[in-house]
């Protein structure tokens, strides 16, 4: 676990998307986020204070995460400078960057001196089990997508949020490295090895109490043909209760595979459903969660509807319309 | 790709079946094992010639295989005295065992400065590409199971040898390390890194003559808890013109998992060929591959006709029967 409350680094973050790693922190877990560190020229800014190191750990500040992309996949000299200051402030590192903190030699080498941790979320730090695919006292929910990409991490998240709003108990599980960044652990399931994957997600969504949920990041699609073995995992190690299926209507094909067509939410439907009851007989697809952000208000609005007669299952846009029904429907499971 | 032809080192095999591996060399490919290597008190034979590595090397051997499971989890001193004459007399080692080759200082010293290479066939030795799922010229077949290590390569090999028998062109590929051995080249599937492990299953079966089969190893279930995303990753990243089910009928419950029974063959037919058909909508199940090791002759023949006509497929255990007409099956695609 990383350990919380955070410092987010902006750096030198040449626009507000650049960011949003360090923006969905500030979105989902504002208690994590202390303030922001920017640098000169950063063009990033996520409303919330300005903060030196010294006064971020006064304020109680563990961990500087990165929450911006880097240029050029480098860690810059610049940076560096940032970066070592907080090692010597008392900060432990973390980091979803493709470039790894520990691939450098000085951070790791002050950060050892110093007995700080350097966490590079994208690279597993647990030995994992093989699944043994024994049933799990608890709930979980799971969102499977027509493609990568189409909402599936913000659908957990506001179902979470939303749960925790209800005094419902109820854990997000991140399994990606931006999820494990906003929570402060889980497991980055593209990284595992394939033997492991199963096993990964057994270890991520442990035994729990009879009304707690976990809300199981998910991750590809069954339907993406470089990736679906790593949702097939989420799938068979999640063993959910509950399948949300996510889609994006605009999407021309298949990201990352031009030759390749969405498949319908049907499809999507009949097939992880088929392949959850393998290790939950009694899964069931509760509803479906659209990202219309491509789409006018109306046009969002006509799209649910239209799925919500055709599947005749709850669906809406948690970012436009709120998680409410999705939870009103895994509530009354 | 490990130098053939081989001396098959079969160490002191407590029984014929710790040999296995080597055993799987000289049924499938006799011409690469140009003899075997026994130490005192060895109780497994091949039944070819025991030569000493000079001998071997006088023959054209490139490479000695560790053809037996060792006991105890380690490479023992005897072993190792035998491993370092190997190298020293010009032979290359190639292991699938857990124990890593490489992990011995000893050998992993001498080898590099007598410039010979160490193959432990468990772990990828290549850095796999990300999967594009684009369509590949040649066909492929692909054998799915109801469960693990129900004769899937056996199946694979089987096909393989009849299909040459015939002249037909055919490549078997190997995805597991006993697989790697017999052939000299394949992935170690289980041990690939989830993001890349269609894409090393596209890199293993690359475009090929419009008449040329690529016989796919299977590995694990689509219903198997523990390792389902691996077999996924085979189905999408294999893109099968041709799948063939497998099965072992006494099977109590899934390998491993006490409290999952096995799926029935329609199960595994209907949901495979579904996500077959995800990467390519042409892909047909041609036929079943029963395992009868545990039956009679005639219990076996009997469950094999009922099979068949319960599924409209041609039904044989290659071992029993031969693979004859799963290859007419398939050659009438």
Chains 1, 2 share one sequence.
Not at 92 to 103: E, F, P, V
Request: contains cysteine; glycine residues 10%.
């Amino acid at each position: 676990m990383i350990r919380t409350p955070y410092l987010l680094f902006l750096g030198d973050a040449p626009d507000q998307l650049a960011a949003k790693v360090a923006q969905g922190i500030k979105d989902w877990r504002p208690e994590n986020a202390v303030g922001q560190l920017r640098m000169p020229g950063c063009k990033a800014d996520l409303g919330i204070a300005d903060l030196s190191l010294q006064d971020a750990r006064a304020k109680g500040a563990q961990t500087l995460v990165i929450g911006v992309a880097n240029r050029g996949g480098v860690i810059s000299d610049a940076w560096k400078v940032v970066l070592r200051e907080a090692l010597e402030a008392g900060f432990d590192l973390a980091s979803g960057l493709h470039n790894l903190l520990m691939d450098e030699p000085d951070l790791k080498e002050l950060a050892e001196s110093l007995g700080r941790k350097l966490h590079d979320v994208r690279v597993p730090s647990v030995d994992y089990p093989i699944a043994n695919g024994k049933k799990r006292s608890g709930k979980r929910v799971l969102a499977v997508g027509t493609d990568c990409s189409v909402g599936k991490m913000y659908t957990g998240l506001a179902v979470d949020a939303e749960m925790r709003k209800r005094g419902m108990k109820s854990t997000f599980r991140p399994t990606g490295q931006t999820g494990i960044l906003i929570t402060g652990g889980g497991v980055p399931l593209d990284a595992v090895v394939a033997d492991f994957m199963a096993g990964a997600v057994e270890w991520l969504t442990p035994p729990n109490e009879d009304d707690h949920w976990d809300i199981i990041e998910g991750q590809g699609s069954l339907f993406h043909a470089s990736y679906s073995g790593v949702t097939m995992a989420l799938v068979h190690g999640g063993q959910p209760d509950a399948l949300i299926l996510s889609h994006e209507p605009t999407r021309p094909h298949m990201r990352g595979l031009p030759d390749y067509a969405l498949p319908s939410l049907e499809d999507v439907r009949d097939v992880a459903l088929r392949l959850a009851q393998v290790v939950n007989p009694d899964c069931k697809v509760v509803g479906a969660s659209i990202n219309t952000q491509h789409m006018t208000e109306e046009a969002a609005a006509a799209y649910c509807a239209e799925v919500e007669a055709r599947l005749g299952l709850p669906t809406v846009d948690p970012f436009r319309h709120g998680a409410q029904r999705l939870v009103d429907a895994l509530d009354a499971l």
